[in-house]
């Protein structure tokens, strides 16, 4: 059960929703349960006055009112509480999605890259819809029904006290013990369904994002069996939990019928040692009643452990420490965005080799150095640690002097445009895949720099509005990489990394955007990284690393002039 406490914690924000859909939840209860009561007395006396000398004193006209009273109460309290408690249970479920959010972010890219994008899209929706059962099926109906309980009692104690103590007793006996025998019953069951929901949507998204590639290969019948089977082991659970609330609602009823027959029995003789009248028939349907209490409870607790194992799932996102943690404020740091390796060293698992090894290198402010190397050779791994994706484990990285753990996440992300080696387009329209660089920038701005990139192919109707990516436009791969190019213009920060912007182009689209990147990057520190040895005697300086050990620095001239790797490399083109 501690699993749920950082949920719990939620609660308080909302406990006057919660607890008036509680209050709600009980007058309703209080109402359905006095309409029985009531009514079954009221028939029962009537038919013993109409017989009786009573006939020209009886009071009709009370009872009826009441009958009245308690069957508009119930209904307009069972639809208040439905408003009042679901629109609390949203607004907590909404809280805990952002809650999630705020936790998972930090995450990204580290330790969370281990789980697959399915899994954490099925622990944001589903595990969290789950957490709603916490209120609407366990605290709630418990509350409620030791309230009603309570009531109950005390109401028939009223008329005679052993008869209430009795009822008082079963109900209670009922209370304790059908959540024990439920929730020991559906504990197998529960976890399996959490673990069979999380594989079906797995297998589902799988199917999904790889579809036209499984049909080429003639796979895709393949994983559609995949697909139900794991279907059919979710609904096989999902029969298992119906059985299971069946059996819950069965024995109620039948306990709530011998009970029933035992208090009428009971009380065959008189209610309160008087003789026998209609009060019998108000104790019976009281009785009766009181199912109403207990309903909501049977089922139940066969959800917890499936409650739980969802709350386990969320937990192990929201209770991780992020790899990465950045300070509220950046400490200050010079105007020149200078850039220093010092011996810095990162392996991506502790049993792997280094990624990066010793690195040491300075690229002072509004240099532009090339790092060249072969793939593999860990270039890309040096740009994210320069972005500080991960840290680094031996070594210090200073941007304009300052150490970077000692960077505010905001002024980082600010001071550094990437372009990276694979540009992600966003499902959504052209303008919202641009304006994520500079949200407050307007559609001039937009077009002039899509002309710029020589993507004025893509503002012919409907423009900006056009839907790219997923069912939309589908963009080619050059394409692409002039929109990562326009996103790092936007973006406008002084320093520039560039991760192979080039790479799988034709030669005449890498000419030109070269040739976009000198105009528009002056005055910035770049680091560009490339495998493709072209125009690189434009830049200040040229890194070759190897086995991310750095082999070689200087210009292109003194390299070629060097006659060693770099040399040869060129050599071999
Ligand atoms: P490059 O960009 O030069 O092609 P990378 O920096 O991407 O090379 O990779 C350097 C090494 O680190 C490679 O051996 C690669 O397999 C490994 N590597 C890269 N990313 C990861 C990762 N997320 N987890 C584990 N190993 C990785
Ligand atoms: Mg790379």
């Known amino acids: 059960m501690r699993e749920l406490l950082p949920y719990l914690k939620l609660y308080k924000k909302h406990w006057f929703g919660l607890s008036l859909g509680m209050l709600l939840g009980f007058a309703t209860l209080a109402a359905s349960i006095g309409l029985l009561t009531i009514s079954g007395w009221f028939l029962s006396a009537a038919a013993v006055a109409g017989l009786s000398v009573a006939k020209e004193t009886f009071n009709f006209m009370l009872p009826s009112g009441f009958v009245r009273g308690f069957a508009m109460g119930r209904t307009a309290g069972r639809w208040g509480e439905r408003v009042v408690s679901?629109?609390?249970?949203?607004?907590?479920?909404?809280d805990l999605r952002i809650f999630f959010f705020q936790k998972l972010t930090p995450l990204i890219p580290g330790r969370i890259s281990n789980l697959r994008d399915a899994d954490i899209l099925n622990r944001v929706v589903a595990d969290i819809d789950s957490m709603d059962h916490v209120y609407l099926r366990l605290i709630s109906p418990v509350v409620v029904g030791t309230?009603?309980?309570?009531?109950?009692?005390?109401?028939?104690?009223?008329f005679d006290e052993r008869l209430g103590l009795i009822l008082g007793g079963i109900l209670l006996a009922i209370l304790l013990t059908w959540p024990v025998i439920f929730y020991k019953l559906g504990q197998?069951?529960?976890?399996?369904?959490?673990q069979n929901r999380a594989d079906f949507r797995i297998t589902m998204l799988d199917w999904l994002e790889g579809f036209s590639e499984l049909t080429l290969f003639g796979a895709e019948a393949r994983y559609r069996t995949a697909i139900n089977e794991a279907q059919d082991k979710l609904i096989n659970n999902q029969r298992i939990n119906a059985h299971i609330a069946g059996l819950a609602q069965a024995l109620l009823m039948l306990a709530n019928g011998w009970t029933m027959v035992l208090m009428l029995w009971l009380s065959a003789d008189g209610v309160g040692g008087q003789p026998p009248s209609p009060l019998i028939a108000l104790i019976v349907f009281a009785t009766m009643a009181s199912v109403e209490l207990l309903m909501p409870i049977a089922g139940a607790f066969q959800y917890l452990s499936q409650t739980l194992s969802s709350a386990r799932r969320l937990n192990d996102v929201i209770l991780a420490e992020p790899d990465v943690v950045f300070p509220n404020q950046s400490a200050p740091h010079s105007g020149e965005f200078s850039l220093d390796f010092d011996n810095v060293t990162f392996r991506y698992n502790a049993d792997e080799r280094k990624a990066v090894n010793q690195v040491s290198l300075s690229i002072p402010a509004q240099h532009k150095v090339a790092i060249v190397g072969q793939t593999g050779s860990g270039k890309s791994t040096l740009m994210q640690l320069l972005s500080r994706y991960w840290d680094t484990q031996d070594g210090e990285i200073r941007i304009?002097?300052?150490p970077l753990k000692q960077w505010a996440e905001s002024d980082l992300r600010a001071a550094i445009s990437v372009v990276s080696q694979r540009v992600d387009i966003l499902n959504g329209s052209l303008r919202d895949n641009l304006i994520l660089a500079k949200p407050q920038a307007s559609d001039d701005e937009l077009q002039r720099i899509l002309i710029n990139v020589g993507l004025e192919k893509l503002l012919d109707a409907p423009g900006l509005d056009g839907w790219v990516g997923d069912g939309g436009r589908q963009l080619s791969g050059g394409e692409k990489r002039r929109i990562g190019i326009a996103r790092a213009i936007l973006h406008d920060g002084p320093i520039l990394l560039l991760d192979e912007p080039t790479e799988g182009l034709d030669k005449q689209t890498e000419k030109n955007i070269l040739a976009l990147f000198q105009q528009h990057f002056a005055g910035k520190t770049v680091v560009f990284i490339t495998h493709r040895l072209v125009d690189l005697d434009h830049m200040d300086s040229i890194c070759l690393i190897e086995e991310g050990e750095?082999?070689?620095?200087?210009?292109?001239?003194?390299?070629?002039?060097?006659?060693?790797?770099?040399?040869?490399?060129?050599?071999?083109?």
Do not use: D, P
Request: aromatic content about 8%.
């Open 188 to 194: 197998r069951n529960g976890q399996e369904l959490t």
């Open 550 to 573: 750095v082999v070689e620095h200087g210009s292109h001239t003194e390299l070629m002039a060097q006659g060693g790797r770099y040399f040869q490399l060129n050599q071999t083109l």
């Open 86 to 94: 679901h629109n609390a249970t949203f607004k907590l479920l909404t």
């Open 147 to 158: 309230l009603g309980i309570a009531s109950i009692t005390v109401l028939v104690c009223w």
């Open 400 to 402: 304009a002097g300052t």
